[in-house]
């Protein structure tokens, strides 16, 4: 039963929780495998733009933050050539330019400028515990939190507040019955409240990632920590409800934005490509994207119900617009202080995709939508970021009904 209140996208969206979860395994495989196609793997970034914010960042020297890059020739031609003239990047009055990136209007994020920065692929990265800790990570999570999150923030570490009573809820659903600090009785306006809840799902999905690939310190052995988990996302089933906010958010832009992304030209064989190129992709590859988009976009169809209509209404809504999306803009530069490697490659695909979502949610009228009308509407980063961001965020879903199964087995022992 869904209930319906519609005094805001929390509540209209709570059924739509209980729909993800039952077809996130659907979604967690055709993702899984979608990410894989040489389309959706190689992403294109600046990972050494200075911090703008400190000077020091507190650099991870630890192997695991390491990170190697594709050469560029590995690279198809096509989007190569598409990265340094083809794309349409806006002209010079309709932007605002900093060395190496700049935004449009429209945008919730600085975006590259695709003549500088490195292809990474992110098939062989994998977002895992990396040992990057202490006051340099926490300096960031402060940072985004703090300074961009209209004073809402929720950080123990100054507080010092302990924990809440550890519990993992039997079912996915059951998280939607437990209250959620400040939902009810927040005086802060809904946006704001979507704002907190976006970065904290974001925080709690890489604290889900980095528990299910842990590495045990004192056998040197890679696995999940139940107790990383519990201390981390569980012990506080908001931020469990938050994973799914952002998992739901992502689902409806792609729903939304579903007919261009069905029309958009995934194929990158090119004559240029020498035919005993390693990564020269096949046709196979492209029939194999557009089979598994098309079965993520029949379930974005289906469950991506996120009722955007009711942000940005009202009175002021324009001026809180424009501050959503200079916090969020924010965001994304506070990902180049983050001292780790693999660490800030996953931020900037993250909080890029995390963005592109709320660009389509917010920002594109149903005509701009149409693919003949405008086929530049989104650059290849982005489609790569928001499909890899929505891939991390169902995989967060499957991993926590594994963490779920091995509480289960914890009880049973005890
Ligand atoms: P942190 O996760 O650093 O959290 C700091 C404080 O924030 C906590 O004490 C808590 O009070 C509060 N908090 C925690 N979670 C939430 C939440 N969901 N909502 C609200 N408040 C919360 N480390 C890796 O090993 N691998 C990675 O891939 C990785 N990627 C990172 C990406 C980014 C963008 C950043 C900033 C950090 C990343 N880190 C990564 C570091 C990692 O997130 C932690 O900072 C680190 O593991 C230390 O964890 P912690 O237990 O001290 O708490």
Redesign the pocket.
């Known amino acids: 039963v869904c209930h319906h209140t519609m005094t805001g996208p929390i509540e209209t969206t709570m059924c739509d929780y209980e729909t993800i979860e039952s077809v996130n395994e659907e979604l967690y495989t055709n993702l899984h495998d979608l990410v894989q196609t040489p389309f959706f793997r190689y992403f294109q970034v600046d990972l050494y733009r200075e911090c703008p914010f400190w000077q020091d960042n507190g650099f991870c020297m630890n192997r695991?933050c390491g990170i190697t890059t594709v050469d560029e020739s590995e690279i198809p031609e096509k989007w190569r050539a598409a990265a340094l003239s083809k794309i349409d990047l806006p002209p010079p009055g309709q932007r605002i330019q900093l060395p190496g990136c700049y935004y449009r209007d429209s945008d919730f994020c600085f975006l590259d400028d695709l003549t500088e920065g490195e292809y990474f692929d992110l098939a062989t990265i994998p977002?895992?515990?990396?040992?990057?800790?202490?006051p340099s990570?926490?300096r960031?999570?402060?940072a985004?939190?703090e300074e961009n999150c209209f004073g809402l923030s929720?950080?123990?570490?100054l507080t010092g507040?302990s924990p809440a009573p550890v519990t993992l809820p039997d079912t996915l659903t059951d998280i939607l019955r437990i209250p959620v600090n400040g939902d009810d009785t927040a005086e802060e306006c809904l946006e704001k409240r979507v704002y907190y809840k976006i970065?904290?799902?974001?925080?709690?999905s890489?604290?889900t990632?980095?528990c299910a690939e842990y590495l045990n310190q004192s056998t040197g052995e890679w696995g999940p920590s139940l107790q990383c988990f519990v201390?981390?996302?569980a012990s506080?089933p908001e931020?469990l409800q938050?994973i799914y906010f952002d998992a739901v958010l992502l689902l409806r832009a792609v729903a939304r934005v579903a007919p261009y992304l069905s029309a958009y030209d995934y194929c990158a064989t090119s004559s240029v490509i020498p035919h005993d190129h390693p990564h020269e992709p096949d046709l196979m590859d492209e029939v194999r994207t557009r089979v598994r988009l098309e079965n993520v976009l029949q379930i974005a169809k289906r469950t991506g119900k996120f009722d955007e209509s009711v942000l940005f209404r009202g009175e002021n809504a324009n001026v809180l617009k424009e501050e959503f999306k200079d916090h969020f803009r924010n965001v994304s530069r506070i990902?180049d202080c983050?001292g780790?490697d693999?660490?800030?490659l996953?931020?900037k695909v993250q909080t890029t995709g995390l963005a592109t979502a709320l660009k389509i949610l917010f920002e594109i009228d149903e005509k701009a939508l149409d693919p003949c009308n405008n086929q530049n509407l989104l650059q290849r980063s982005e489609v790569v970021a928001l499909v890899n961001t929505l891939h991390r965020f169902s995989e967060s879903l499957h991993l926590v009904e594994q963490f779920r199964d091995m509480w289960k087995n914890v009880g049973q022992r005890d």
Do not use: D, F
């Open positions: 695991e977002e895992r515990y990396t040992g990057y800790s202490g990570a926490h960031v999570w402060r985004i939190y929720e950080l123990n570490l507040r970065i904290s799902g974001l925080h709690a890489i604290s990632h980095i201390n981390r996302v506080h931020r938050y990902m983050v780790c693999k660490c800030r996953w931020g």
